[in-house]
């Protein structure tokens, strides 16, 4: 067991960070130069370690691989404008991670490894940070199985790891959505509200088929009637309906996204009337055809606010108007980066300085 946390170091021989080019990022395919590695066996979590970003070996009969004992997170880390490195809402990455890990039949991961080894690699790698607007260090905390067993039960070792890596914008464009009536995401009672590897890999045939009909994302529906909004490809989906901000209401299908409450936080605090509730694709289609449909757009870690364009239902594209300057996704837009760059006060306490 872990009496006092100590969290072991070793350095890269060969940084990569001279040679990065801050400009010129794809999405998740620049890795800093460490990771934090804590394995889990005997019913215990062992000592963490920070060590140089690189590969690692797994037995082919590893069961994460089998049968997807696979969860993560999505979080990011900004540079204010003194060059301070501060995490946006950490401990809520934390909670929903157990939540994942208890969802997943894993074992939960103490507040104290989590924290401490986010704390201490992102204090290693706080060069990594980028400073350019919409840009982050996105951290990708995850957790898998490590038995070498192929036997159908919880795993027994499991490995938690973190690592990360600088990024820009996640969409470029406003966005070209289409509601999903053929798949589902996730059906209540299933594991949709846990952020598990499988809940991806199953989304990227249907969403590669609507990407086939000129669409970016789809727009899940619940899985018994086609009827009812769920999410929007890896973000919660979020509508200005005459003034009124409206999204799914949570549930065992959806997606508890961290974004998603700081917008609806945000809304509130700006006397917005906010409804978490079921929408149903019809209402959302009617409300473009008569002129209240103000904005739509999906919510995410990796995209924050995306602004869709277009929703494809049955065969037609509906067209929204482009968001003007005091639209308040762009509004919310702003004022999320205004804290997070320090520009504005913190006055939820989200920001974790690292
Ligand atoms: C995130 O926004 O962090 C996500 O989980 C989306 C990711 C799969 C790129």
């Known amino acids: 067991m872990l009496d006092t946390l100590t969290i072991s170091t070793q350095r890269t021989s060969a940084p990569r960070l001279p040679g990065i080019d801050f400009a010129q990022l794809d999405f998740g395919k620049t ?38 004992q696979s969860i993560f997170e999505g979080m990011k ?24 890990a208890r969802r997943m039949c894993m074992p939960e991961l103490p507040e104290e490894v989590f924290m401490q080894g986010l704390l201490q690699l992102i204090r290693l790698d706080s060069g990594w940070v980028p400073t350019d607007a919409g840009s982050a260090l996105y951290i990708r905390p995850f957790m898998f199985a490590t ?61 590669k088929l609507g990407q086939q009909e000129g669409y970016n994302q789809l727009i899940w529906t619940d899985a018994s009637e086609h009827k009812y909004v769920e999410e929007s490809g890896t973000m919660n989906a979020l509508f200005i309906i005459d003034g009124h901000l409206v999204t799914p209401a949570l549930s065992s299908s959806i997606l508890d996204g961290i974004t998603r409450r700081s917008v609806l936080q945000l809304a ?30 999906g919510v995410g870690t990796a995209a924050t606010i995306a602004t869709i364009a277009v929703i494809g239902y049955q065969g037609h594209d509906y067209e929204l108007p482009t968001p003007p300057a005091d639209a308040f996704s762009r509004r919310a837009t702003a004022a999320l980066a205004a804290i997070r760059n320090g520009e504005a006060p913190d006055t939820h306490g989200w920001m974790v300085r690292v």
């Open 268 to 297: 509130r605090d700006w006397g917005m009337p906010v409804e978490e509730r079921k929408v149903s694709a019809i209402e959302i289609l009617d409300a473009q055809r008569n002129g209240t449909l103000q904005e739509a757009f």
């Open 77 to 100: 880390a900004y540079k204010n404008h003194d060059g301070e490195v501060a995490l946006f809402r950490p401990l809520d990455n934390f909670h929903r991670f157990n939540a994942s």
């Open 147 to 207: 038995d070498a067993m192929l036997g159908v039960r919880p795993s027994e070792s499991y490995r938690f790891m973190v690592i990360t890596c600088p990024v820009g914008l996640y969409y470029a464009k406003p966005l070209r959505v289409r509601f999903e009536e053929t798949y589902v995401r996730s059906a209540e009672g299933g594991a949709g509200a846990a952020k598990n590897a499988g809940n991806y890999g199953a989304a990227m045939y249907p969403t």
């Open 31 to 68: 890795f800093a130069d460490h990771m934090l590695v804590v394995d889990y066996h005997d019913g215990q979590w062992q000592e963490p370690h920070i060590v140089p970003y690189g590969d690692m070996s797994v037995s082919p009969a590893n069961s994460a691989i089998h049968y997807g």
